[in-house]
Nanobody, 123 residues
Framework: EVQLVESGGGLVQAGGSLRLSCAAS????????IGWFRQAPGKEREGVSC????????YYTESVKGRFTISSDNAKNTVYLQMNSLKPEDTAVYFC????????????????WGQGTQVTVSS
C-alpha cells in the first residue's frame, strides 16, 4: 500500500520555524521525485518545493526562496521541509506528493498524495 505521511505541522508565531517530514512507503522511493504543496482556504493547491529522486534538482516557488529548504534522506524514505522566517501567509495545509520521472511544482503531475498537515502562523 502506497503511503505518504506528513508530520511536523503546528501553530507558530510569525518569524518562527517548523520542520515538516514526509515519510514514504509502498513504492520505490528512489524512482520518484517528492514535492511539497500547500492549500489555504479558498485557494488552489500551490507547489512549494520539490526534489528529484537523486537529490540533484531542487525547485522552490518564489515566495519561499531563502526561507524554506527541502532535503531528502533516501535511506529513511523521508523528505523534509525546513521552514524558517514563517509568515502569516504561509498558513495552509501542507501536503507531500510523489511523481515518477518528473520534477515539477505542478500538482497534476503527481501520482501519490499524503493527507496533509496543518501549518498556522500567527501574526
Amino acid at each position: 500500500e502506497v503511503q505518504l505521511v506528513e508530520s511536523g505541522g503546528g501553530l507558530v508565531q510569525a518569524g518562527g520555524s517548523l520542520r515538516l517530514s514526509c515519510a514514504a512507503s509502498g513504492f520505490t522511493f528512489d524512482d520518484y521525485a517528492i514535492g511539497w504543496f500547500r492549500q489555504a482556504p479558498g485557494k488552489e493547491r500551490e507547489g512549494v518545493s520539490c526534489i528529484s529522486s537523486r537529490n540533484d534538482r531542487i525547485y522552490y516557488t518564489e515566495s519561499v526562496k531563502g526561507r524554506f529548504t527541502i532535503s531528502s534522506d533516501n535511506a529513511k524514505n523521508t523528505v523534509y521541509l525546513q521552514m524558517n522566517s514563517l509568515k502569516p501567509e504561509d498558513t495552509a495545509v501542507y501536503f507531500c506528493a510523489a511523481a515518477r520521472s518528473i520534477v515539477t511544482l505542478a500538482p497534476y503531475e503527481y501520482d501519490f498524495w499524503g493527507q496533509g498537515t496543518q501549518v498556522t502562523v500567527s501574526s
